[in-house]
């Protein structure tokens, strides 16, 4: 169980300050499946590297399963069981697909046991198990392995940022079973970020993050409806240009 | 024969356990431990200058010659000659390198000056690693020289390792290459505390159609200093590339120098250079995945000079 209690997050630009999370409450039970959604700009990404820690929040506290994780740093909270599947995969000249693979497992995984990981995404193995994670790799290709590398710790809280983007659609299908496997096997908690409908539907919950706050959260019955008509993602964000 | 400290020493600087196969000459000390010739690959001790010749004749195949030095009293200053006269259409690995423990209180010192003599179409891979270690006052110190004078459509690959331990060095690498010929040169360097390395390159591309690529990474930690000059001449249709790719930490401070010299419309001359410190994004993937911020350093590091 994570719980967020009334978290605020500020920047200082040009001597403003900027409030991008802005007393945010969020409650998220354990074994979900959680979409979280909502028009670019409005804080999700944000909102996820404050849950990790790569991020520190201005105020409020956080607590993971009991424990008050407000003042911890990233290492803590990976070891406590928080992984982040990041929007923009980072690159490492001389780190090979399967050392940063046996990083994320924390042990030295057989080349077999990596594949299987890099199966799980849709990469054939051979091929990359030896590549250097660098630019020399495809964006989508990178996305796979910065999603391999979190199905790999397999915790109990993962988070994936915008996991769809530049994924082509041949293998977009098996990423949605690879989700709803991780549910099974590890019966942990999910936590998507996603502006794509095929993921929305397969969630139990669905979050609408908007100008830093909860607007909407609930099952995905009664949320996706509601997205899906009058006030979608996509009208939100052109309201706001319109004002 | 050797004692226990050198046979160490011999390990991480050419990766040696026991005797190697083929060709080779261990000086230890200042003096000749060990040698071994074969049916095509000559050692000869040179009569003006402390050092070696030697020959490979043409047409030899995968083949090997290890030079490695080792030094284990404190305080032997010595500078070492050996000359490479490698024939045409050979294809040979050579692997040199040198490894100093000094314990005592006086400077420790090997200048090892290498001359490469390379036929037409051959290929050469030269593996060159530096290490130093030991607890004493005294310094080690390492002046390699290295040059290079290629024919015709030869080929040479140069790996050169300096990770741990050398407190000054400077190294001067010169290269003159005929038409069709390749160098390729992988430089990768650590400093660490008060260490100082320098490291000037000069490749004269003198024949049509001859490049070369010199790409140097390196790691300066703590108040350590590091100077990479390279310069590139092209006189000719040719292509040369130069890279200097630098993560500089704590209170370390790096020069990188290009030089870059065409004499011909046709020769084509790229030099990039980077310094920085380690990326702030690569930090937090890594401790993402329950690593400390020192474990994740180290595995950046890692991977970096590999
Ligand atoms: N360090 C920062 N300094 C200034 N502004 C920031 C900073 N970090 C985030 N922002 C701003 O905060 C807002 C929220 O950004 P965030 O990346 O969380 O959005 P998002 O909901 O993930 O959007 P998208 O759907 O486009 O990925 C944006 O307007 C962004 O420009
Ligand atoms: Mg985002």
Sequence with gaps: MLELKDITYQVEENNETKTIIDHLD?????????????????????????????????????IFDGEDITKLNITDRAKLGISFAFQQPVHFKGIKVLDLLRLATGTNISVNKA????????????????????????????????????????????????????????????????????????????????????????????????????????????????????????????????? | MLDNIQKQLLKEVAD????????????????????????????????????????????????????????????????????????????VTIVAGCGINNCGSQDSQHDGVHRFFVGKNSKIRYVEKHYGEGTGTGKRILNP????????????????????????????????????????????LMTHGQQKATSVYSVELNGDGSSTDVISRSVAKDDSEQIFEVAIVGNTICNGHAEC???????????????????????????EAAIGKIAGDQLIKLMSLGLTEAEAEEQIIGGFLR
């Excluded at chain 1, 959680?34 to 804080?43: E, L, Q, R």
């Design chain 2, 245 to 271: 790719d630098a993560i500089i930490m704590d209170n370390a401070h790096i020069v990188a120098i290009p030089r870059l010299d065409a004499k011909n419309v046709d020769a084509a001359l790229i030099h």
């Design chain 1, 26 to 62: 969020l409650s998220i039970g354990d074994g979900k499946f959680i979409v979280i959604t909502g028009p670019n700009g409005g804080g999700k990404s944000t909102l996820a590297k404050l849950i990790m820690g790569v991020r520190p929040v201005s105020s409020g506290s956080m």
């Design chain 1, 115 to 243: 594949c299987d990981y890099l199966s799980k995404v849709g990469l054939c193995a051979k091929e990359y198990i030896d590549r250097e994670v660098n630019s020399s790799l495809s964006g989508g290709e990178l996305k796979r392995i910065e999603i391999a590398t979190v199905l790999a710790r397999g915790t109990k809280f993962s988070i994936f940022d915008e996991p769809e983007a530049g994924i082509d659609i041949w293998s977009f299908q098996n990423l949605i079973q690879v989700f709803e496997n991780i549910r099974k096997t590890v019966q942990g908690t999910v936590l998507i970020i996603s502006h794509q409908e095929r993921i929305l539907n397969i969630a139990d919950e669905i979050i609408v993050i908007e100008d830093g706050k909860v607007s909407k959260h609930g099952s995905k019955e009664d949320i996706l409806p509601e997205l899906l008509g009058t006030a979608s993602a996509v009208n939100i964000s052109c309201s706001k240009i319109s004002n």
């Design chain 2, 16 to 91: 040696l356990y026991s005797m190697p196969k083929g060709a080779y000459n261990i000086r230890a000390n200042g003096e000749k431990a060990a040698r071994n010739t074969t049916e095509n690959i000559d050692i000869v001790t040179k009569t003006d200058n402390p050092g070696i010749d030697v020959y490979i004749k043409d047409g030899t195949q995968n083949e090997s010659v290890h030079i490695p030095v080792v030094i284990s009293e404190s305080g032997i200053k010595e500078v070492v000659y050996n000359d490479f006269y490698i024939g045409e259409n050979c294809n």
């Design chain 2, 145 to 188: 020289v290295t040059e290079v004078y290629q024919k015709e459509n030869s080929y040479v690959d140069m790996d050169m390792v300096q990770i741990k331990g050398v407190d000054d060095t400077y190294r001067t690498t010169k290269a003159e290459l005929a038409a069709g010929a390749t160098m390729i040169v992988h430089e990768r």
